[in-house]
């Protein structure tokens, strides 16, 4: 699926089952939860805390979709072509950082040493 096909396919989606679009800032609530979602199973999976039994429901790919989801959403409803917007984002990233990274020498070697 293409970014283009994803935003019609979230559009499609919004018209037949959702009725109509959340507000933006309702959307924006929505993206924070979601992200916050994604945080705590990353946190319980990457870092120092523990899973509880009500966590088993939450998986990464699930809650990474559900941030593309209302990612996409916001994009539809303020008039973002998302392909546009990112080949130009990542343009932008690639002609200012080109040798940012490769010139950190903390990305270098082991980050546990
Ligand atoms: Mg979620």
Redesign the pocket.
């Known amino acids: 699926m293409t970014l283009e096909e994803a935003q019609q396919r979230v559009d499609d989606w919004i018209n037949k089952v959702g009725v109509r679009y959340f507000s933006e800032l309702t959307n924006l609530a929505q993206l924070v939860?979601?992200v916050g979602?994604?945080a705590r199973i990353l946190s319980r999976t990457y870092g120092d805390q523990s899973f509880k039994p009500s966590d088993e429901e939450?998986n990464i790919a699930?809650?990474l979709a559900?941030?593309l989801f209302v990612l996409i959403c916001i994009a539809n409803q303020t008039g973002v072509d998302l392909t546009e917007a990112f080949e130009q984002n990542l343009h932008k990233k690639t002609s200012r950082d080109h040798m940012r990274h490769k010139d950190n020498p903390k990305l270098h070697g082991d980050p546990n040493a």
């Open positions: 939860e979601e979602e994604l939450y699930d809650e559900d941030v």
